[in-house]
Nanobody, 124 residues
Framework: QLQASGGGLVQAGGSLRLSCAASGRKIFSRYIMGWFRQAPGKEREFVSAISRTGGSTVYADSVKGRFTISRDNAKSTVYLQINSLKPEDTAVYYC??????????????????WGQGTLVTVSS
């Protein structure tokens, strides 16, 4: 089970730190972790992913340089630090876990488990 948190209402230019905690018997370090987002009326889109050890990351072009993904396997938690927020970043942010891929994936269909989402609203 994945539980995302940390969303909220923030002004443009502000920052938030999203967290996604995993629970259950599955070993967190066996999963590639990803963040996706879905804005109102739009499809869910890839934001970022991090490898099992945290040594590799990938970002969508729209968030490069502003968002940073990290993980703490001892705490079974993945984070998304989001800076310099823009109104177009407004969306529900979801964390997801991929158990089978060898390489970081951006497709939603690859991820096995999903959190419930946390809403980020950026005001202009």
């Amino acid at each position: 089970q994945l539980q995302a948190s940390g969303g909220g209402l923030v002004q443009a230019g502000g920052s938030l730190r999203l967290s996604c905690a995993a629970s259950g018997r599955k070993i967190f370090s066996r999963y590639i972790m990803g963040w996706f987002r879905q804005a109102p009326g739009k499809e869910r889109e890839f934001v970022s992913a991090i490898s099992r050890t945290g040594g590799s990351t990938v970002y969508a072009d729209s968030v490069k340089g502003r968002f940073t993904i990290s993980r703490d396997n001892a705490k079974s938690t993945v984070y998304l630090q989001i800076n310099s927020l823009k109104p177009e970043d407004t969306a529900v942010y979801y964390c997801a876990a991929d158990s089978t891929s060898l390489l970081l994936q951006i497709r939603t269909s690859v991820y096995d488990y999903w959190g419930q989402g946390t809403l980020v609203t950026v005001s202009s």
